[in-house]
């Protein structure tokens, strides 16, 4: 069991994105919850998702995500895979909070 209270959340001063870790360290998964608000944007190169797959389901607000060339306008209950390297921006063009879940699994391949 996991306590919010307990839980490990990083804070970006200079976006004002929050990230919560969901489960523990042992978990087979890597779950978190993300907060981050209006006009905010967040960039991942490709790298950071090899020899993993990504799935993003949007809780509050609106999110555009950018799966490399491609833009997705994802909504409340709206959620994406992204299943291979590719730079990954999350932008919050709205002017109400976006706030999200970003699941990682382990994939065999990179």
């Given at each position: 069991?996991?306590?919010?209270?307990?839980?490990?959340?990083?804070?970006?001063?200079?976006?004002?994105?929050?990230?919560?870790?969901?489960?523990?360290?042992r978990f087979p998964a890597d779950i978190?919850?993300?907060?981050?608000p209006p006009g905010a944007r967040v960039s991942y190169p490709a790298a950071s998702l090899a020899f993993q797959r990504e799935a993003v389901w949007v809780l509050d607000g609106r999110l555009t995500f950018h799966e490399g060339d491609v833009v997705h306008e994802l909504g409340p209950g709206d959620s994406i895979?992204?299943?291979?390297?590719?730079?990954c921006v999350?932008?919050?063009?709205?002017?109400v909070e976006c706030r999200y879940a970003v699941i990682l699994?382990?994939?065999e391949r990179p």
């Open positions: 069991m996991h306590r919010t209270a307990d839980a490990t959340e990083w804070h970006d001063p200079a976006t004002g994105y929050r990230r919560r870790q969901i489960p523990g360290p978190a919850e993300v907060r981050l895979e992204v299943d291979g390297p590719v730079p999350f932008a919050n063009t709205g002017d699994a382990r994939a």
